[in-house]
């Protein structure tokens, strides 16, 4: 027998309860198989999770590190669970899935304009793969996925993936970077760099690695993040590869990549017989002016595409 998310359900209603007869009223179970099942998980743990006494229950030093695992551990496995069980969509909602797009804030404007009268709700997931899953799943009703590199997005049938657009990925370096004032960067100038690179499967780290090795070097992965990577960056604690409608935080550029080597594209995800799938496509459409005004509000992105380089 393992331990199991079912042994730590047990172990938080008898420190809530505070006595084994209290939590085997509030489980269904009767005191002595409570106690049984105390006793093999105990054996599990190798450790006296509780102390008895007279008043009841109280956990050990090591029952309290248990039991604050436990806190962290049964809220994310009951979210799973509701994630990813078939839902049917609730009456007036709309849930969106997303990647680190830029598109995102702009495609929640669009949903509530043109899909008034529907709550909005959205969830972040850095795996594209992942997505597409909720989506057929009908865990969520939209998504919006990036996809490293030319490869194609595999979606079963039923699910329809429509590109918003495909861009190149630029890099951001420290502000005081010896190539920070290079109008372009050549890749293989990065060579001896610290990386910053997300830590989000689905083979992008792949993409990533590939296109270093084909212009000639290895790269140093130093933080593997799928946060903050821009206060790294600004921190000169590395570069990394960005959006090219990103900002420019205080601390840090972004530069073009010479010959564009990375390629991303942003595609819109939902499944073909939902109820507002004709909606959907008019929601793909203005997901399209809405990238052309992220474009127009970057005059370093805007100027490279003029220059036909992009």
Same mark, same amino acid.
């Given at each position: 027998?393992?331990?199991?998310?079912?042994?730590?359900?047990?172990?938080?209603?008898?420190?809530?309860?505070?006595?084994? /007869?209290?939590?085997?009223?509030?489980?269904?179970?009767?005191?002595?198989?409570?106690?049984?099942?105390?006793?093999?998980?105990?054996?599990?743990?190798?450790?006296?999770?509780?102390?008895?006494?007279?008043?009841?229950?109280?956990?050990?030093?090591?029952?309290?590190?248990?039991?604050?695992?436990?806190?962290?551990?049964?809220?994310?496995?009951?979210?799973?669970?509701?994630?990813?069980?078939?839902?049917?969509?609730?009456?007036?909602?709309?849930?969106?899935?997303? /990647?680190?797009?830029?598109?995102?804030?702009?495609?929640?404007?669009?949903?509530?304009?043109?899909? +008034?009268?529907?709550?909005?709700?959205?969830?972040?997931?850095?795996?594209?793969?992942?997505?597409?899953?909720?989506?057929?799943?009908?865990?969520?009703?939209?998504?919006?996925?990036?996809?490293?590199?030319?490869? &194609?997005?595999?979606? $079963?049938?039923?699910?329809?993936?429509?590109?918003?657009?495909?861009? +190149?990925?630029?890099?951001?370096?420290?502000?005081?970077?010896?190539?920070?004032?290079?109008?372009?960067?050549?890749?293989?100038?990065?060579?001896?760099?610290?990386?910053?690179?997300?830590?989000?499967?689905?083979?992008?780290?792949?993409?990533?690695?590939?296109?270093?090795?084909?212009?000639?070097?290895?790269?140093?992965?130093?933080?593997?993040?799928?946060?903050?990577?821009?206060?790294?960056?600004?921190?000169?604690?590395?570069?990394?590869?960005?959006? +090219?409608? &990103? $900002?420019?935080?205080?601390?840090?550029?972004?530069?073009?990549?010479?010959?564009? $080597?990375?390629?991303?594209?942003?595609?819109?995800?939902?499944?073909?017989?939902?109820?507002?799938?004709?909606?959907?496509?008019?929601?793909?459409?203005?997901?399209?002016?809405?990238?052309?005004?992220?474009?127009?509000? /970057?005059?370093?992105?805007?100027?490279?595409?003029? /220059?036909?380089?992009?």
């Amino acid at each position: 027998m393992e331990l199991q998310v079912r042994h730590l359900r047990v172990l938080v209603a008898i420190a809530r309860a505070g006595s084994l /007869n209290r939590a085997a009223g509030e489980l269904r179970l009767a005191q002595p198989a409570l106690s049984h099942q105390l006793r093999r998980i105990e054996q599990l743990v190798g450790e006296r999770l509780f102390d008895r006494g007279p008043r009841g229950v109280r956990p050990t030093r090591i029952g309290e590190l248990v039991l604050a695992r436990a806190a962290a551990i049964i809220p994310a496995f009951d979210e799973l669970d509701r994630d990813f069980r078939l839902q049917q969509p609730s009456p007036g909602g709309l849930r969106i899935g997303w /990647n680190d797009s830029s598109l995102v804030p702009g495609l929640f404007g669009c949903v509530e304009r043109l899909l +008034p009268g529907h709550e909005l709700t959205s969830r972040a997931d850095l795996s594209h793969s992942r997505l597409v899953t909720q989506v057929a799943g009908g865990c969520v009703d939209l998504a919006v996925a990036m996809i490293c590199g030319p490869r &194609t997005l595999a979606v $079963p049938d039923g699910v329809r993936a429509e590109r918003v657009v495909v861009e +190149p990925s630029f890099v951001a370096l420290p502000s005081r970077h010896p190539l920070a004032a290079s109008p372009v960067v050549e890749l293989d100038d990065l060579a001896q760099e610290q990386w910053i690179v997300s830590s989000c499967g689905d083979g992008c780290r792949v993409v990533f690695r590939e296109m270093c090795l084909a212009h000639g070097f290895t790269p140093r992965i130093a933080h593997d993040v799928d946060a903050l990577r821009h206060r790294l960056v600004s921190g000169e604690h590395g570069v990394c590869l960005v959006q +090219p409608t &990103t $900002p420019e935080p205080p601390g840090m550029v972004i530069r073009p990549l010479a010959g564009d $080597p990375m390629k991303v594209q942003h595609v819109l995800l939902w499944r073909a017989d939902h109820p507002l799938g004709d909606r959907f496509a008019a929601v793909h459409l203005a997901a399209v002016t809405v990238y052309e005004r992220l474009v127009a509000q /970057n005059d370093r992105y805007r100027g490279w595409l003029d /220059n036909g380089v992009a």
